[in-house]
């Protein structure tokens, strides 16, 4: 298996534009997650989607962060406009398993900076 | 809410153990999480815990006390390749992990 699959993996962008983070989850995993990582703050939940289901957004900071899960195999992260204040590592992790019991897997992650 | 605290930095030599604590407020207890994360790359799940007492896997053993609210890791026979960050989750009681900030192992010659 690839594993989780982030694209891309850096992203510069001038601030008030638009961003838009992809994510492949593993096949079969029915739970998929979206985090930020900040020095400040840690790794910190946005939102998850359960069989394509956003079940929790409220870790999303505003309304200018949009999460989708179309369909089993993709979901994007967008945030518009862009803030030099969203500068993070943006992981995407799957997991079989709501509880996580046997961990999550996550994807390379996406360095955001907005300038 | 959760509260989680690790140590922000720890520093040790190879092939000596060392052990990375974890303390948790939570209102409800679904298990806890051991990650481990080198810089710039993603977390990797490590171990978990629900019961109380030691779990050994390999070089890397977690301890899990419920009624204090307390874990470690345990890192023996340390290499180099052990210099990362550790992250203690605790699932509260949502099934949803909440992360520690972390704890950043340095391992010296």
């Known amino acids: 298996d690839a594993g989780v699959i982030q694209s891309p993996r850096h992203e510069v962008t001038e601030m008030g534009q638009e961003v838009t983070l992809r994510c492949k989850p593993i096949?079969?995993?029915?739970?998929l997650f979206w985090y930020r990582q900040t020095m400040m703050r840690g790794l910190e939940l946005l939102i998850y989607?359960?069989?394509?289901?956003?079940?929790?957004d409220s870790g999303m900071p505003e309304d200018r962060f949009s999460a989708k899960m179309p369909n089993a195999s993709f979901s994007t992260l967008k945030i518009q406009p862009s803030e030099p204040r969203d500068s993070a590592v943006y992981f995407c992790?799957?997991?079989?398993?709501?509880?996580?019991?046997?961990?999550?897997?996550f994807g390379s992650g996406t360095r955001l900076t907005v300038v | 809410g959760q509260n989680i605290d690790q140590p922000t930095e720890m520093t040790a030599t190879e092939g000596a153990i060392v052990q990375i604590n974890c303390t948790y407020q939570?209102?409800?207890?679904?298990?806890l999480f051991w990650y481990q994360q080198h810089a710039g790359e993603a977390p990797t799940f490590l171990s978990y815990?629900?019961?109380?007492g030691l779990e050994e896997k390999g070089r890397f053993s977690s301890f899990l006390s419920r009624s204090k609210g307390y874990s470690y890791l345990l890192l023996k026979e340390l290499q180099m390749k052990d210099s990362a960050s550790y992250l203690c989750?605790?699932?509260?009681?949502?099934?949803?992990?909440?992360f520690g900030r972390g704890t950043s192992l340095i391992v010296h010659p």
């Open positions: 939570t209102s409800g207890f679904n298990g």
């Open positions: 815990n629900v019961l109380d």
């Open positions: 989607f359960n069989n394509n289901v956003p079940i929790d």
């Open positions: 096949s079969g995993h029915d739970y």
């Open positions: 989750a605790v699932d509260g009681g949502s099934y949803i992990p909440t």
């Open positions: 992790a799957s997991s079989p398993l709501q509880g996580g019991v046997g961990g999550y897997t």
